[in-house]
T-cell receptor, first 116, second 114 residues
Framework: AQSVTQLDSHVSVSEGTPVLLRCNYS??????LFWYVQHPNKGLQLLLK??????LVKGINGFEAEFKKSETSFHLTKPSAHMSDAAEYFC??????????????FGQGTRLTINP | EAQVTQNPRYLITVTGKKLTVTCSQN?????MSWYRQDPGLGLRQIYY???????DKGDVPEGYKVSRKEKRNFPLILESPSPNQTSLYFC?????????????FGQGTRLTVV
């Protein structure tokens, strides 16, 4: 089975310090991986995606993620946290269900809190 | 502007009273799906549709129905809601790009069943 596991349900950092949100995936082939962000009372927005072109992926708002096949990880990072980064973050894999069809499988989510 | 529109945003209803949550997209996507979000569980797929008149069960379909009579609309129907269906629901419209499925999400519908 293919799935994603977010290793932390809650991460708290101070403004201006680095952010690390961890995600491991299990897949029998090279997957498509995504990070989505959900701000309070909002829908989900695509932050970035990996689809085998480059292992270091840059997204919006200064976030980036590195695909490491040997570690089956796709951790999300940002050098310096901003108060507006406080949100819930989801690691997602695109999973083939039948030939020609895929679905998105979500991790459990990581709530990011930014301390002033 | 690319949009997925869900209505209503908030709904409180009583057990057993049929309800429909509407979802509409303006991107001409073939693939649409419904998810529910519960604390600690992330988003779980309820139903999906690969095209008009083509729907199939996701991971948690019990108690839900869907229909896809037109490409742009994908309503979620709860024939007899129960309190365990209290949740935050998202509709998504998706397309394939670079080998993966990429999704646009609606703003969500917070449903409370009492």
């Amino acid at each position: 089975a293919q799935s994603v596991t977010q290793l932390d349900s809650h991460v708290s950092v101070s403004e201006g310090t680095p952010v690390l949100l961890r995600c491991n995936y299990s897949s029998s082939y090279s997957p498509s991986l995504f990070w989505y962000v959900q701000h309070p009372n909002k829908g989900l927005q695509l932050l970035l995606k990996y689809t085998s072109a480059a292992t270091l992926v840059k997204g919006i708002n200064g976030f980036e993620a590195e695909f490491k096949k040997s570690e089956t990880s796709f951790h999300l990072t940002k050098p310096s946290a901003h108060m507006s980064d406080a949100a819930e973050y989801f690691c997602v894999v695109s999973l083939t269900i039948i030939q020609g069809a895929q679905k998105l499988v979500f991790g459990q989510g990581t709530r990011l809190t930014i301390n002033p | 502007e690319a949009q997925v529109t869900q209505n209503p945003r908030y709904l409180i209803t009583v057990t057993g009273k049929k309800l429909t949550v509407t979802c509409s997209q303006n991107m001409n996507h073939e693939y649409m799906s419904w998810y529910r979000q519960d604390p600690g569980l992330g988003l779980r797929q309820i139903y999906y549709s690969m095209n008009v008149e083509v729907t199939d069960k996701g991971d948690v379909p019990e108690g839900y129905k869907v229909s896809r009579k037109e490409k742009r609309n994908f309503p979620l129907i709860l024939e007899s809601p129960s309190p365990n269906q209290t949740s935050l629901y998202f509709c998504a419209s998706s397309f394939y790009r670079d080998r993966g499925l990429e999704a646009f999400f609606g703003q969500g519908t917070r449903l409370t069943v009492v």
